[in-house]
């Protein structure tokens, strides 16, 4: 899945990570514990490259990170904060898009793991997939 347009003519690749023990939990309960982060890197794409004569891989330039958290306590949910270079962190206002597609469309507590072949089929055997999410499977097929 791509969360951000292709950027001025070229692609960009993400990677989302997640600590050990979050992912562990998931796969045991089949949602995300408290004080889970997801960490989003963006990497642009390059085209051409030693043997490479097609195709896409990713390139070596950060292009930006951003970081999901679920915090019941301090955050009332998850929430979303962008990273602008060396500063710290800021909150992405809950006004943001990012918010209500997340909250619409995730298959699994506020994440996308439909986009995610590892991680679809646990939700579906623990039963943690969101009603939304159903309900727009079973539109689509």
Not at 2 to 13: I, Q, V
Request: hydrophobic letters at 40%; one cysteine or more.
């Amino acid at each position: 899945m791509a969360y951000s347009p292709m950027a001025m003519g070229h692609h960009m690749f993400d990677n989302v990570f997640v600590e050990p023990g979050a992912y562990k939990a998931f796969l045991a309960t089949g949602t995300w514990p408290d004080k889970t982060m997801l960490v989003l890197e963006v990497r642009g794409a390059q085209d051409k490259g030693s043997i490479n004569k097609s195709g896409h891989y990713q390139g070596t330039e950060v292009m930006g990170r951003e970081v999901h958290v679920k915090d019941t306590a301090h955050l009332e949910g998850w929430a979303f904060f962008g990273f602008d270079g060396t500063k710290p962190a800021k909150m992405t206002p809950r006004t943001a898009d990012c918010y209500s597609c997340h909250r619409d469309h995730a298959a699994v507590d506020n994440t996308f793991v439909q986009f995610y072949p590892t991680l679809l089929p646990i939700a579906t055997a623990k039963g943690t997939l969101s009603a939304a999410y159903k309900a727009e499977e079973a539109a689509r097929n």
